[in-house]
């Protein structure tokens, strides 16, 4: 019996069943505005294959909704938890020639999705299977017969911009050839959130006998195909490989990381690499909280994706083709997002992708001028506002990380500070001291303050490197956010260049460039009043006139009711004006740390832990934007967050799990232990490190990877 016992475990490891990608439900965030896709990827992969149920549209970012049937095929990339549409690349659709009028709907009960894997029953009984490696999509397709047919649709994309009579085409150019019955190649080059070129091989593993070449519509520059095929076995295998670069790197990424045929054997490798990024941390906790932590980590480790080919070119965002470092080049860099926790989180559980992630961001600054905003595919779309690479890089070389070179850092710093681009006009920020709102109507709060945390990562990187007359300069205009301060109000506001207040004036409005236009950006004056606080709490409150007020304000912004919250404005899971759908309000909890009342900020945290998350396809309130949602999650459920992302330093909140264990590769562990954890032991007033009492409400990141263990007695008020 002991060696039967032992086998079964063997199997069950083998498997993957007895690790943590077992907790993975990635079916999370797909219903609602999470904005998650059920297909499989790679850890930092540059495919992600899955079903398209809609091309366009703010529901269907990935290209996906829990609650859809419908389905126009299964292309080959997207990205995960944005709040724009695009990628989509290569669609293919297989068909029962005898039931074409079932060929766009699928049973739902039929649908599985797991790590690594992916599959259905479409109404026309045609079973499809995805899998993945890091650069080729494998789809298995099982038909009730041995006549087949597959559409390709190389016209298709997740589109942004709503263009019913196609009038501006995605596809820009195109050319395809078909190599030979078992092959199609070429490329396009699309317009859309960014304008980019992707390369591609498409490869069947049994001869099509006829294919058919549909009509165009009027602005279409890309082909469709309907591919006829008489199987043997009635299944058809296809791999598709995708490049940044040419039609041939394509060809070394199939021929490299797919050589067979045997979709088992690529689904066990892709599982096998998952575990070994998910099994970095172990906890004790209800299996419900493993399956929402667990799905987090699987969201962070989505991205950012490398689109460096197996050889290490890549297509910069100058158009040239170059060799990258150690072959990794990272895009898919949602920075304004994930610079807040996702990127911290990563220097824990994935230091080794650090160095790459930041000379990748050198790359870009040498080719563009000044460091990227969020690049797509390798071009940068200049999506939000601010700098934040800045603090990116600022927090990478504050952690120890030195595989880059700190002095040509600075100066990227510097220069993306100091000359004017597509998201920084320094001029008139220096001639007034802030953005004035007549002469940019838009956003002018949210950029002034934003840039004021971008300036003090540049001070704070002057200083480390002993640049004196850069910091000086910097730490002075990392105070322009206090010249939009208005003491009657007591909040930020709108100024224009004669010194003037706009008017009229209701800090519950939220503001958002696409649709509603104004001082702030996705937030209102309440969310935006706590950015400062990143980097200079102690002047928060001096403003405010001391901790009292400052208490007061935290307390009043958590109780002041929501007026007509509208999603679309970043409006979403709301306390009082506390909004966790959206980015600008993450930090603002940890606040309470520093306030006359810090028990309620933990209070806050068990709130939103409980309320706004779920193991459910609607269990995720507000955009995931590329894992930065989810790192929120991972950080509160540990215990800290970093409310200053670049200082190093995590300000300790309130654990949500029993225990905790984060494994180095260095073989030292750090482990988090809540004793008396229940669900009503939600506070703590004693911390310990290594059996030490804290009396810092905070850990940094150097505690941290030392390894040992940070105790917290939990108790009720």
Known sequence: MRKLVILFFLFCYNLGISQNAQYVNVFIGTDGTGHTFPGPSMPFGMVQPGPDNKDIGWNHTSGYQYRDTMLLGFSQTRFSGT??????????????????????TYYKSTEVGKVGYYAL??????????????????????????TAQVWVDLQHGLRFVFDENN??????????????????????????????????????????????IQEKKENEKAPKYLLDFNLKKKTLKVKISLSSVSIDGAKRNLHSEIPHWNFKKVYENNLEQWNNYLNRIEIDASLKQKEIFFTSLYHLFLQPSNIADVDGQYRGVDDKISIAPNKTYYSTLSIWDVYRAAFPLLQILAPEKIDGIIQTMLIHHKAKGFLPIWTAWGQDNYCMIGNHAIPIILSAYQNGFKGFNANDALQAMVETSTRSHINSDWELYNEYGYYPFDKLDNEAVSRTLESGYDDWCVAKMAFMLKKINTFKTFVLRSQYYQNLYDKETSFFRGKDTKGNWREPFNPLIATSPLNNPGDYTEANAWQYFWTPAQFDIPGLITLLGGKENFTNKLNQFFTIEADNPNKFLGQEAMIGQYA?????????????????????????????????????????IGNDDCGQMSAWYIFSSLGFYPVNPADGQFILGSPQIKSATIKFKNKKQFTILANNHSTENIYHHLRFLNNRKMENNFITYQELIQGGTLTFEMTKQ
């Open 167 to 212: 009038q501006k085409g995605l596809v820009l150019d195109s050319e395809v050839r078909i190599e030979n019955n078992t092959t199609l190649s070429g490329f396009c080059s699309t317009q859309n959130w960014v304008n980019r070129k992707y390369f591609f091989v498409i490869h069947f593993d049994q001869p099509f006998t006829n294919y058919t």
């Open 121 to 146: 029953t479409k109404k026309d009984d045609v079973k499809v299977e995805l899998t993945c490696s890091e650069r080729v999509a494998f789809h298995q397709y099982t038909f009730p017969q041995s």
């Open 83 to 104: 709040g724009i549409n695009e990628m989509g690349d290569v669609l293919l659709l297989p068909i029962n020639p005898n039931k074409k009028s079932y060929k766009n």
């Open 580 to 620: 966790h759908g959206n980015e600008p309000s993450h930090h603002i909890i940890y606040l309470y740390a520093m306030s006359n009342e810090p028990l309620r900020g933990q209070k806050y945290i068990h709130k939103v832990i409980n309320e706004f998350h779920n193991n459910t396809p609607d269990g995720m």
